[in-house]
Nanobody, 124 residues
Framework: HVQLVESGGGSVQVGGSLRLSCSAA????????MGWFRQATNSEREWVAR???????GYEDSVMGRASISDDGAKSTLYLRIDNLKPEDTAMYYC???????????????????RGQGTQVTVS
């Protein structure tokens, strides 16, 4: 049973930076698809970043150039750093994971099977 626990959220000033962490447990290898999505109040879920089982990394357009997703090599800890934070980055951020299918991470990040409880980020 995969467990994901996020940390690192909080209140940040506009233009500041933060790094979210996701402690992952319950799987035996690093072949999972992993990522982050966020959800602001009264808004739809929005994917932020992903790292696929083959190491391919992707970012949503609104954080491109400001975000960096990384892990510890074994995907036991996943990180998301966002610089130059904007008020529109305010949201609950969720760490997510999924099994690849035939070696391919094809599902949208917001539909990944495993999800943490989230950590709130407020930018003002």
């Amino acid at each position: 049973h995969v467990q994901l626990v996020e940390s690192g959220g909080g209140s940040v000033q506009v233009g500041g930076s933060l790094r979210l962490s996701c402690s992952a447990a319950g799987y035996s290898d690093a072949s999972y698809c992993m990522g982050w999505f966020r959800q602001a109040t009264n808004s739809e879920r929005e994917w932020v970043a992903r790292v696929d089982s083959d190491g391919t990394i992707g970012y949503e357009d609104s954080v491109m150039g400001r975000a960096s997703i990384s892990d510890d090599g074994a995907k036991s800890t996943l990180y998301l750093r966002i610089d130059n934070l904007k008020p529109e980055d305010t949201a609950m951020y969720y760490c997510v994971a999924d099994l690849p299918f035939n070696g391919y991470c094809g599902r949208p990040v917001v539909d990944f099977y495993y999800r943490g409880q989230g950590t709130q980020v407020t930018v003002s």
